[in-house]
């Protein structure tokens, strides 16, 4: 069965960091690219950060260059995002993201999210 939990969100201040987390299984994590993707009240879906099966890390959204950084362990099957500087505008529903992409078709997976709120 197929997984992707992320975990991590919460309250916090402007300022301050959070390290989220999004673990993998049921599926080769290592044959897998890994996005982050936020979706904001009344917004739509954005993508945050990319991340390639071989760890380069390829997209960040303009807005978070800077202070969030993606990375993975293929070891434990999962992804991570380490926010800084949080700004109230960051709050948001996190989705982790798998994407295999084959010669013919793609396979996607979404993980249920994880709410961050930065607020005061």
């Known amino acids: 069965q197929v997984q992707l939990v992320e975990s991590g969100g919460g309250l916090v201040q402007p300022g301050g960091s959070l390290k989220l987390s999004c673990a993998a299984s049921?599926?080769?994590?290592?044959?897998?690219?890994m996005r982050w993707y936020r979706q904001a009240p009344g917004k739509e879906r954005e993508l945050v950060a990319a991340i390639t099966r071989a760890g380069i890390v390829t997209n960040y959204v303009d807005s978070v260059k800077g202070r969030f950084t993606v990375s993975r362990d293929n070891a434990k099957s999962t992804v991570y995002l380490q926010m800084n500087s949080l700004k109230p505008e960051d709050t948001a529903v996190y989705y982790c993201?798998?994407?295999?992409?084959?010669?013919?078709?793609?396979?996607?997976?979404w993980g249920e999210g994880t709410l961050v709120t930065v607020s005061s």
């Open positions: 049921g599926f080769a994590f290592t044959n897998y690219d």
């Open positions: 993201n798998a994407r295999f992409r084959g010669p013919i078709s793609s396979v996607d997976y």
